[in-house]
């Protein structure tokens, strides 16, 4: 299922280059089963609001009565839940809170009183099919669930739930997915939506799918997360931006590429995703790559799938970071482009992600296994956008390079170092989220 | 620090340098004073919060201080301190660094200057009521660090310093012939900044943190060991309570130990 891209000249055409999906390719497979539903995890902690009581009272306690009992501990009403009868009370600053809850609980017309507990979102997001996402978080589980599926290696991932402890981003920030649209109407992606987005092929504001390549790119960036259905997206709060550049046959144009970014950036989007290749520079192409960049905008490609050269425009070196991609074993796909242009790989090989719900038919979940880089280049633009969002403050140039400096010299036994293979390496999010220690004590 | 704190702690050194002389008998052969120097060592820890108080670590630091001052007859005492302390500030998290960071890398060292008072204020039978107070200014070093495990080793480079204010009253009682016990309440004020450089590749960032200490109000209970007229030591302890960002109480300790002499 590995995706080629070609360029053809098509002559008479008042285009630059083209690129084109390998008719060769095989459709992605639906998963066979699916998991059944688990509860959310809900954490029942010993943290609680400080100063806050929840006191309920039993029925036949009066009024006077209940004014008493918030007197006794110079307790004052903050909220009321009429359905419950619950008051939260405020309490002195300093007084306990555990001693107060206890203290009221004796109280002959309280029926119990408790602390504000504080809940947490969960790191590990409950979508159903989180678990098969090895990409995101590997514990050496089968790669989808058809019999005979392979078995990826622990931690051949991007540490995805470590760096979600962190942070999972916000909704300020944008990715546009440049491809052949995204499925308005899928359950994991319609409420990521910035909108119905720009068709620049049949030139309209509907950019819907009519391929499944957008489609599957979106859901990797920023699918509907901890929404108790589907997958898990990297950016999980990160708006996606369909700009539909290539046709149902998923082939473009530079022409209609270069505009789309322009009109992506005059949209707001901050992150650019390319999931796409051009074998030559176009000019065009670079001067829109350029004015995006200029615009603070962090542009991710992928290299490509044809295991030559890297293509256009992960090959900008100035402007984009290039996406290899690697495996479940951490191994790099033998189809991933090479050369020097490559700056990092991601997951691109059985990667589970959400596809038009017309796409599989209706007997089954809008839901496939994809390959190549093209899904490699979003993993990687949604640490881009959780970055952007964390520290607003960094440039393009200064995301990239953390995403590049926080890699995983995965192939670091055979090609130490940045290589032409995997850039700096297969990213990590922990590496490049989370408060790293440091200190002579540590081992 | 407020400006008022500063205020506060400036009229406490200015009484005992007004008070003192006003209030000091005098001696024989007319000197109306005695001079102080010793030495000391003191341990203290104290909860830190710092960005908006959204997060919280620990000060501990060890402080090896000299004294040079004054004692007036029944009157106030002034000293000057100088010395070398070691301010451990594990805990404290950089996020606005390219590479956000988390400090743990133990203690820096650096000078330490500050000066005493103690103003005695009444006296009943063996009890003896005082007010004292005392800043303390670590000024700290810079210290540098490597930042690895990354695609480059990157390199780290800071420096905390603090202020510590304290003022109160204190009760001695003087009933015992070669020692004292005595009790203090007092305000408990500690500020300060650490400022964190980061450099990695084509990324750089500085972040100061500004940190204040948690609980403003200590306790301390002690002993003055008075072997000889001219030679004394003093061994206290402090609490202070301070309110966890997460609520409920937490406590902070300390100690520490003078020897001091008077001629």
């Not at chain 2, 000889?228 to 300390?254: H, I, R, W």
Request: proline letters at 6%; one cysteine or more; hydrophobic letters at 45%.
């Amino acid at each position: 299922m590995t995706h080629r891209f070609k360029v053809l000249r098509i002559p008479g055409m008042a285009v630059l280059a083209a690129v084109v999906l390998s008719a060769g390719d095989s459709p992605p497979g639906p998963l066979q089963s699916f998991p059944s539903l688990r509860p959310a995890s809900w954490t029942t902690g010993a943290a609680f609001v400080p100063g806050e009581v929840l006191v309920k009272f039993r029925r036949e306690t009066l009024r006077a009565g209940r004014i008493a009992a918030f007197a006794s501990r110079n307790g004052r009403l903050a909220r009321w839940i009429p359905d419950l009868d619950v008051y939260t009370i405020l309490i002195p600053s300093g007084a306990d809170v555990r001693e107060t809850a206890a203290a009221l609980s004796r109280d002959p017309g309280v029926l119990y009183a408790e602390p504000n507990f504080i809940c947490h979102a969960d790191a590990t997001p409950n979508d159903l099919l989180f678990k098969y996402q090895y990409a995101l978080a590997n514990i050496g589980q089968a790669v989808g669930d058809v019999p005979g599926s392979p078995q990826g290696k622990a931690e051949a991932d991007i540490k995805a739930p470590q760096g979600w402890e962190e942070t999972a981003g916000d909704d300020t920030v944008t990715i546009a997915i440049l491809d052949s649209g995204v499925d308005l109407a899928h359950p994991d992606l319609a409420s990521k939506l910035a909108g119905s987005g720009r068709d620049f092929i049949n030139n309209d504001d509907d950019a819907t799918d009519d391929y499944y390549h957008g489609t599957a790119v979106a859901g990797i960036a920023a699918a509907a997360t901890d929404n108790n259905e589907g997958i898990a997206g990297v950016a999980w709060n990160a708006k996606i931006l369909p700009v539909k550049i290539l046709n149902a046959s998923g082939v473009g144009t530079a022409d209609r590429a270069a505009d789309a970014i322009l009109w992506a950036v005059s949209q707001g989007a901050r992150i650019l995703n390319l999931s796409v290749g051009f074998e030559e520079s176009s000019q065009t192409l670079l001067s829109a790559v350029q004015y995006a960049h200029d615009q603070g905008c962090v542009i991710v490609a992928s290299v490509g799938n044809t295991g030559g050269g890297v293509r256009y425009p992960a090959a900008y070196d100035d402007y984009v970071l290039a996406v290899a991609a690697t495996d479940y074993n951490d191994e790099v796909l033998p189809t991933s482009n090479k050369g020097d242009s490559v700056d990092v790989a991601a997951p691109g090989a059985s990667i589970l992600t959400t596809v038009p719900t017309w796409f599989l038919g209706t007997s089954a979940l809008p839901y496939a296994l994809v390959n190549g880089t093209s899904f490699a280049a979003p993993h990687a633009a949604g640490l881009a956008a959780i970055l952007m969002s964390q520290k607003p403050w960094l440039t393009p140039d200064e995301i990239r390079a953390i995403i590049e400096l926080a890699a995983d010299d995965v192939n670091a036994a055979t090609l130490p170092g940045r290589d032409a293979s995997i850039g700096y390496g297969r990213i990590n999010m922990e590496k490049a989220l989370v408060p790293r220690p440091f200190g002579e004590n540590l081992p | 620090m407020s400006a008022k704190l500063d205020r506060i702690a400036g009229l406490i050194l200015g009484l005992g340098l007004v008070l003192g002389p006003l209030q000091a008998a005098p001696r024989e052969g007319g000197r109306t004073f005695l001079f102080q120097a010793g030495a000391g060592a003191e341990y203290f820890t104290r909860s830190l919060a710092w960005d908006d108080d959204t997060g919280a670590s620990t000060l501990s630091a060890g402080l090896a201080l000299a004294r040079f001052g004054v004692a007036f007859d029944k009157g106030p005492s002034l000293a000057v301190l100088a010395g070398y302390g070691l301010s451990d500030w594990n805990g404290l998290i950089f996020r606005d660094l390219p590479f956000s960071i988390d400090y743990r890398a133990g203690a820096i060292g650096g000078p330490v200057l500050g000066a005493e008072t103690e103003i005695p204020l009444l006296e009943t039978g063996p009890w003896n009521f005082s007010a004292g107070g005392r800043i303390l200014f670590s000024l700290g070093s810079s210290k540098a660090w490597a930042l690895t495990g990354l695609g480059e080793t990157g390199n780290l480079d800071g420096k905390g310093r603090w202020t510590r204010i304290q003022f109160g009253p204190t009760v001695t009682y003087r009933g015992f012939e070669t020692f004292s016990p005595f009790v203090a309440v007092y305000y408990d004020g500690l500020w300060g900044t650490f400022t964190m450089n980061e450099e990695i590749g084509i990324l750089t960032g500085s972040e100061e943190k500004k940190i204040r200490g948690q609980g403003v109000l200590g306790a301390s209970l002690g002993l003055l060991v008075e072997p000889f007229s001219s030679f004394q030591v003093k061994a206290e302890g402090s609490l202070v309570p301070y309110t966890k960002l997460e609520g409920g109480l937490g406590l902070k300790a300390g100690f520490s130990l003078q020897a001091r002499f008077l001629f």
